[in-house]
């Protein structure tokens, strides 16, 4: 198995720690996604110092205030790095508003288009209000419009199985969190039935949205499989053949 995002310096043990217990657990391949310029040289020391693990490099939407040429210029030349193999997580959180809509927007235009320039997939989250879709309708808008011909990750996922197709349709891979196994998630694991198997991803996200088995404790990359088990149960296959689905469609977008 793999997980598709983490944030190895945000959880409670060391990156060699938490690397090991993946292996572990059968986890052969790490995605460790920054969030801001510490964090971004972060993820890359890690992936320099830990084999299996790998990067992604962005500004998150929560930390948007301020971005301007000079942080996007800093995000362009980390993509360039040999280990970084994403570029995000970027997108629209309209959930915590530490940043405006606006500077969201500015932001997620500019990682659209390093994206685009260095080649690599764009790692998008997307969070909305209770009972809200905004934040969904602006970030499938803004791909739709902008990201023609650059391969996105709707990263812990939470389109609604009604637009499920309109994200299939353009190709767009969805990754399913330990939200997904969460007791009335019911309509998130619906989501995880639809998708394509071919547009399939799972991650943890941790140290956040640890799996049900261990909800309430702070996450890691080893519990990603408590995840996959889940959305092998409601598509209906055996937990080896998600696996090796999964592991496919993550060498394919990812190219680790």
């Known amino acids: 198995m793999v997980d598709t995002h983490a944030h190895l310096g945000v959880c409670d043990a060391p990156d060699a720690e938490l690397v090991a217990r993946a ?4 986890v052969v391949r790490i995605l460790t996604v920054g969030m801001d310029a510490p964090s971004n040289r972060a993820a890359i020391a890690a992936a320099e110092t830990n084999d299996g693990v790998f990067a ?8 948007a205030t301020g971005f301007d040429d000079e942080a996007a210029a800093d995000i362009e030349a980390l993509a360039g790095h040999e280990l970084v193999r994403a570029v995000g997580e970027t997108g629209l959180d309209y959930y915590r508003g530490r940043a405006s809509r606006e ?6 235009e500019a990682h659209i288009a390093i994206a685009r320039r260095a080649g690599l997939p764009l790692v998008i989250h997307m969070r909305d209000q209770p009972g809200s879709s905004e934040a969904l309708d602006d970030t499938f808008a803004t791909l739709a419009s902008l990201a023609d011909r650059v391969t996105v990750i709707l ?3 939470s389109a609604p199985p009604g637009r499920i197709g309109e994200a299939a349709e353009r190709g767009w891979y969805c990754s399913f969190a330990g939200n997904a196994t969460y007791p009335k998630a019911t309509e998130l694991r619906e989501s995880a039935r639809l998708v394509p198997e071919e547009l399939l991803l799972v991650e943890t996200d941790s140290p956040f949205l ?8 702070s996450n890691q990359p080893a519990n990603v499989v408590h995840t996959a088990r889940v959305v092998a149960d409601v598509r209906g296959v055996d937990y080896s053949e998600l696996e090796a689905r999964v592991e496919a469609n993550a060498q394919a ?3 680790w």
């Open 103 to 108: 500077q969201q927007m500015t932001a997620f």
């Open 23 to 26: 292996r572990e657990a059968g």
């Open 56 to 63: 992604a490099v962005g500004r998150h939407p929560n930390e």
């Open 253 to 255: 977008v990812l190219a």
């Open 155 to 157: 990263h812990c996922c």
């Open 210 to 217: 640890a799996p049900q088995p261990v909800r309430g404790q």
